[in-house]
């Protein structure tokens, strides 16, 4: 089954960072390592690990992008101890953003930036439909106050979207609930803005909030979400539905209109960057001169052709 997969830019430690992410968590393995050469940003690791039975993906690509709040993950535990030692780990060499604590609606909660920068919420209890790891969108700076907007936009795409080749996502769900809104006495949010939403595309968990306070930061390239695609059809689709401007975008990478980032890739573009030498060679040449991806030529150049 095809999974949106969160996808970490690190400056050199993409290997470093997914071998240590991959000890704290059960269900957790590195799947491989790829050497892409000759990139604008020189030789990268592009690095396939799975945490928790759920696929990630990060590169060693340059300085270019920095980890901030504006995404993280939560991590529900089923212990104080749980908690207790992820949030040890995390801490390590990293800066907490709220401090490991009791809170309203947790009794044992912390929200970290690890060594990476990468920023993680550790949390006792919670409901997440089996999940482990949720990817949470904090909607801040200019785009604040509109995450209720982006997650039934996000809901609806995924919703409407051509059928992929890959059956078994045919019955899965997307659609968006807000749990929770912001009241009179929560200043400087505005009252009735989001405090904590889920939306769910194509049955993956994702979290969404509102937040008026200065935090510095907003969405950014460091963490973006690749979409694996069957066909052209679902590229195109997705490409022109997500694209803030459809002409803009590099090697598969776009931008929505709230800033969050995201790959629209074929879902074979992993077997292609695995292969020989010279085949992930001739895929990088091709991909690196595009916008939106071509699946047509991309296995022109993986079959040599």
Partial sequence: MHRITPHLWFDQEAREAASLYTQLFSSSRLESVTRLRNTPSGDCDLVHFTLADQPFMAISAGPMFRFNPAISFLVRCGSEAEVDGLWGQFAEGGKPHLPLGAYPFSPRYGWVADRFGLSWQVMLGGAGGGQKITPVLMFTG????????????????????????????????????????????????????????????????????????????????????????????????????????????????????????????????????????????????????????????????????
């Fill in 142 to 305: 200019a785009a604040a106050g509109k995450a209720e907007e982006a997650i039934h936009f996000y809901a609806s795409v995924f919703r409407d979207a051509p059928p992929p080749a890959d059956a078994t996502l045919g019955g899965e769900e997307s659609h968006a609930t807000v749990l929770a809104r912001h009241g009179e006495s929560q200043a400087p949010e505005r009252p009735g803005s989001v405090q904590f939403a889920v939306l769910r595309l194509r049955g993956q968990e994702f979290a969404a909030m509102d937040s008026a306070r200065d935090h510095g930061c907003t969405f950014n390239e460091a963490i973006s979400f690749l979409i694996p695609c069957d066909t052209q059809v679902e590229i195109d689709y997705f490409w022109n539905r997500l694209a803030a401007d459809p002409n803009a975008g590099q090697c598969g990478w776009l931008k929505d209109r709230f800033g969050v980032s995201w790959q629209v890739a074929p879902a074979m573009m992993r077997k292609m960057l695995c292969g020989d030498a010279q085949a992930v060679e001739r895929v990088t040449a091709a991909f690196l001169g595009m916008k939106k991806f071509d699946l047509a030529a991309l296995r022109r150049a993986y079959e040599g052709r």
